[in-house]
């Protein structure tokens, strides 16, 4: 019983203290509810703030990836004076005569000059950059070697000038140069002319200069030492002047000079003088010396640079420089008929002589810059700043297009390299050090104050979704097959190097271009809401203006930049064999890219039997008045655009798979277009392939109310160059089309050669297009960049 009890009693208290038990813990969990939950929206909180951590650190990472390098081995090994025959030059492509050194921040020499009588009834400006606006009857260099001397002549109205350098003792050092300053009277009557030379740095250069005297300047650099620059052997000098002060940089010389002037009084005669020493209050050190010499024709003036005072017997002077000189000369002469053949295909001496002046400006174009691209991506709201790099490149044009330009720099290399490897590697591997992480390179390079002063705004940002024509590739392939017996191990070697940034450039092509269909790419940079403009531009396919589908969208396939990508592979190819790599994965590309079949699905008209992009079109376009109350131009549409074939539109763009030779020899498609490539109608002139045929929509149409057509008809070397030497190769290879196509590249390659040889002649200029109609000349000039191809086509060097 007693059991029973004490064990009912336990039983019943078990049952009370289980009871309080739960009470006391619902009591705790209502405590701790409230805790709990601030626990979870803690931990909320942390991943979302994580969250957000993250996202921020990775779209950094996104915004600075176009500003990163691709990595920290640079293909430019050598430079300054590590490279010394090339270390002093004609560097500044932009000013009429101008020498500097191969350093980030040279001083920099140059000359300025001006008719008094005509600057002050305002009918001239001070001549110092290159400038149409001029209107110098022709400039330019009639010899240049690239390295050791260069002769050129600048006609002026009344006044003939001659500016001639020399280099000596720079085989292993910095060595010495001599310019001489000629100038002589067109007409009968003696002319006075003000000339300006003058020795410059940036505000950043280490150093000095300083004047000693009116004709003579001293300096030092770190790399140089000290420096003497002395005026020599001048007559004919009426007056003179100085000028020593601190100018706001290089682009700003001439405005420095300009706010300088002022009147000079000595007896009964007036001149116009540079101001004396203007400097800021307690400042001594000014970057800016200049000296003026009112001469009277004919004068003559040399410019001595010396590294050591020395005595005056060793001078580069009078005798001594026209030695030297005449050397230069000779081995010029003798080298240009070695490697071009001119002589022994017949041509005259006159028609050399114009041959050797448009490679020479070529040569002579080329510059050194350095500084620093402005550049965007699709991550960054506002432009960045490249990393400050030098560049060592040819140019277009000294006059429209001082700075180094992606796509033409290819087809600047083909003569570059033919002349001198170890320029035009030097050239390539300057490039290929501006490409970032991402395996891209800005196809226009604006570098350095003097080369941003002269570009309009909305050219100077460089966006990372923006391609270029890969040209390299091509020079890269005709170094190593068409001047392969020029190859040595060392730049064998080099090429070598340069073969984790080839890979890596193919790469970003391949995918930052890719286009909607397997096989098929698309250019980027085309505005759907251009709509001012009768069809957008393609600047980045460096075909500007060329008619492309009427409405940019994502499903455009573009055949150029297909074919571009089949040349590249190829090439990549071609270079893995010949350096010991594996280049099975670009010959396959090639291969498939290049497939007959693939290319016509892609891009062939059956009904108008050609190559043609694919895109949302409409012909039925015009530009108009917005309304009678609103003169701006916009564009009209007046036809439902649809996916198509632009088959309309025929030139330049429907060539590419015959320019590229993609075409196999065999194919009725080669006929197609080789007999396309005759007709008047089309694109065949007396004066080379238009660039569209006078029966597409476009042809010679205005883009916008001021923009003249330019890819539109007139006619252009570049790819008249590759049509040139596609015919060639079709002329070599067995099939049905062999004689034709050696029959149309006989005659195509005198039309060109002839033409640009009669315009030069009568001109002084080779241009930067030709008119379809007439074969003049238009565009800037001097364009001795691509155009100057006609030199390889005179040689028949492919």
Request: hydrophobic content about 35%.
């Amino acid at each position: 019983m007693t059991r029973q009890r004490r064990g009912g009693n336990e039983h019943h208290h078990k049952e009370k203290s289980g009871a309080s038990d739960r009470r006391q813990l619902h009591r705790i969990s209502e405590e701790d509810a409230p805790k709990s939950r601030m626990s979870w929206l803690w931990t909320l909180v942390m991943l979302a703030l994580l969250a957000v951590a993250s996202h921020l650190t990775y779209t950094g990472y996104l915004e600075t990836r176009v500003t990163t390098k691709f990595d920290n081995i640079k293909m430019v090994e050598k430079t300054g004076l590590d490279v010394p025959k090339r270390y002093w030059g004609s560097y500044r492509s932009g000013v009429y005569f101008g020498m500097s050194t191969r350093e980030p921040h040279s001083p920099v020499l140059g000359l300025m000059w001006y008719q008094p009588q005509k600057l002050v009834q305002g009918a001239q400006s001070i001549r110092h950059s290159c400038d149409q606006g001029d209107k110098l009857q022709r400039y330019g260099w009639l010899e240049h070697d690239g390295i050791n001397f260069g002769v050129q002549e600048l006609v002026d109205g009344p006044v003939t000038l001659k500016t001639t350098f020399v280099k000596r003792g720079h085989e292993s050092g910095a060595g010495e140069w001599s310019a001489r300053i000629e100038a002589s009277s067109n007409v009968e009557a003696q002319q006075e002319l003000s000339l300006i030379f003058y020795v410059a740095s940036e505000e950043k250069a280490e150093g000095w200069i300083q004047e000693d005297g009116v004709m003579r300047f001293e300096g030092h650099t770190p790399q140089l030492g000290d420096f003497f620059v002395t005026l020599l052997n001048y007559s004919n000098v009426v007056h003179s002047s100085q000028l020593v002060t601190k100018a706001d940089g290089l682009h700003r010389l001439k405005d420095t000079i300009m706010a300088s002037l002022k009147w000079d009084v000595i007896g009964s005669s007036k001149f116009i003088s540079l101001g004396g020493v203007i400097l800021p209050k307690g400042d001594n050190k000014p970057n800016f010396i200049a000296t003026q010499l009112l001469v009277k024709t004919p004068f003559t003036m040399e410019v001595v640079y010396q590294i050591d005072e020395g005595v005056s017997q060793s001078r580069l002077s009078a005798q001594q420089l026209d030695e030297e000189l005449q050397r230069h000369r000779g081995d010029f002469k003798n080298k240009f008929e070695k490697v071009f053949r001119l002589k022994d295909k017949g041509y005259s001496a006159e028609d050399i002589s114009s041959a050797k002046a448009t490679f020479s400006n070529l040569l002579g174009g080329i510059g050194y810059f350095y500084g620093s691209s402005l550049v965007m991506s699709k991550y960054t709201e506002e432009p960045r700043s490249y990393w400050k790099a030098p560049l060592y490149t040819a140019v277009p044009s000294r006059s429209f297009f001082p700075r180094g330009f992606l796509w033409d720099e290819g087809f600047h290399e083909l003569l570059v390299s033919t002349w001198d490897l170890d320029i035009s590697l030097d050239v390539i591997a300057h490039w290929l050090d501006l490409m970032n992480i991402e395996g891209w390179i800005p196809r226009e390079q604006i570098l350095g104050e003097e080369a941003r002063s002269r570009v309009p705004d909305e050219f100077v940002v460089q966006k990372n979704e923006n391609a270029n024509p890969p040209t390299f590739l091509l020079t890269l392939k005709y170094i190593l097959t068409s001047q392969r017996n020029k190859l040595s191990k060392e730049h064998i070697g080099t090429i070598a190097k340069f073969w984790p940034r080839l890979q890596k450039w193919f790469s970003w092509y391949n995918v930052s271009q890719i286009g909607p269909l397997p096989g098929s790419y698309r250019w980027r940079g085309r505005d759907p809401n251009a709509l001012n403009e009768l069809n957008p531009k393609t600047l980045t396919s460096g075909l500007d203006d060329y008619p492309r589908a009427s409405h940019p969208t994502e499903e455009e396939r573009h055949i150029d930049l297909t074919c571009w990508m089949a040349m590249a592979s190829q090439s990549m190819a071609i270079i893995a064999d010949r350096i010991g790599q594996n280049g099975d994965k670009y010959l396959d590309t090639y291969t498939a890219l290049s497939d007959p079949l693939l290319m016509n699905k892609l891009f062939w008209s059956g009904s108008m039997r050609r190559y043609a992009d694919f895109g949302l079109h409409t012909d039925a376009v015009k530009l108009g008045r917005k309304s009678k109350n609103d003169s701006s131009i916009i564009r009209f549409v007046q036809g439902k655009p649809k996916a198509q074939l632009v088959d309309k539109t025929f030139g330049y763009v429907s060539l590419f798979p015959f320019l590229l030779c993609l075409i196999p020899p065999n194919s009725p498609k080669l006929g197609d277009v080789l007999n396309d490539l005759k007709k008047p109608e089309l694109l065949w002139t007396p004066y080379g392939l238009r660039s569209l045929s006078t029966d597409s929509p476009m042809y010679l149409k205005k883009n916008t109310e001021h923009d003249a057509p330019y890819w539109r008809g007139p006619i252009w070397m570049n790819i008249n160059y590759l049509a040139v030497k596609a015919l060639h190769h079709y002329s070599q290879a067995e099939g049905p089309f062999k004689v034709l196509a050696g029959e149309i590249y006989k005659e195509l390659c005198s039309n060109l050669v002839t033409n640009i040889l009669k315009r030069y002649k009568d001109s002084g200029f080779v241009y930067e297009q030709y008119n379809d109609k007439t074969g003049e000349g238009q565009g800037c000039k001097p364009f001795t960049g691509w155009s100057a191809l006609v030199v390889l086509i005179m040689g028949e060097i492919y």
